[in-house]
T-cell receptor
Framework: GEDVEQSLFLSVREGDSSVINCTYTDSSSTYLYWYKQEPGAGLQLLTYIFSNMDMKQDQRLTVLLNKKDKHLSLRIADTQTGDSAIYFCAPQVGSSYKLIFGSGTRLLVRP | GAVVSQHPSWVICKSGTSVKIECRSLDFQATTMFWYRQFPKQSLMLMATSNEGSKATYEQGVEKDKFLINHASLTLSTLTVTSAHPEDSSFYIC?????????FGPGTRLTVL
């Protein structure tokens, strides 16, 4: 079945940029999403990219998509302590509305 | 963004009892809602797709008689964990679809004693 891989942990200093990477196997994913989860809470939709795009920028967030390599990344500029959370990559399964989630990357922002 | 609520936010029950969890889209109508389960420090596992006015579609390995899903209106889906056992203890999260986006509820933590 479909699989999504993410590195488990990332630590950055406040003010630096963070880059969270994700690889996936379903080449037919139409939309690919990034979600943020804080402890004990639900998921917050951060941004998403359509599969025919290479890049999407939304304020401090930049999403890069390499469809050939099935690689998705999320860059957070000027990372703040409030950005500390778990970030999930979630490609859509083909053209269905189902999402497959990666394991999540825990981002720790050090003061 | 759109708002999705869940009720209750946490519940503790005895083994053998049934628990109902509600998922509501507060400011939009959702023909499709999803139910996920999340174990501690793990990812979300899709349990089922809930379609308004029709039967839910369950993922492989999820018992439909154990996890009853009802989507009676465009703003409400319910998940009932029947005859709950300690292994059903988990964080249950729902989401509601609006166009190409899925908005998630805050989750319900179920603890079965």
């Amino acid at each position: 079945g479909e699989d999504v891989e993410q590195s488990l942990f990332l630590s950055v200093r406040e003010g630096d940029s963070s880059v969270i990477n994700c690889t996936y196997t379903d080449s037919s994913s139409t939309y690919l999403y990034w979600y943020k989860q804080e402890p004990g809470a639900g998921l917050q939709l951060l941004t998403y990219i359509f599969s025919n795009m290479d890049m999407k920028q939304d304020q401090r967030l930049t999403v890069l998509l390499n469809k050939k390599d099935k690689h998705l990344s999320l860059r957070i500029a000027d990372t703040q302590t409030g950005d500390s959370a778990i970030y999930f990559c979630a490609p859509q399964v083909g053209s269905s509305y189902k999402l497959i989630f990666g394991s999540g990357t825990r981002l720790l922002v050090r003061p | 963004g759109a708002v999705v609520s869940q009720h209750p936010s946490w519940v503790i029950c005895k083994s053998g009892t049934s628990v109902k969890i509600e998922c509501r889209s507060l400011d939009f109508q959702a023909t499709t809602m999803f139910w996920y389960r999340q174990f501690p420090k793990q990812s979300l596992m899709l349990m089922a797709t809930s379609n308004e006015g029709s039967k839910a579609t369950y993922e492989q390995g999820v018992e439909k008689d154990k996890f009853l899903i009802n989507h009676a209106s465009l703003t409400l889906s319910t998940l009932t964990v029947t005859s709950a056992h300690p292994e059903d203890s988990s964080f249950y999260i729902c989401s509601a679809r609006q166009a190409n986006e899925q908005f998630f509820g805050p989750g319900t933590r179920l603890t079965v004693l």
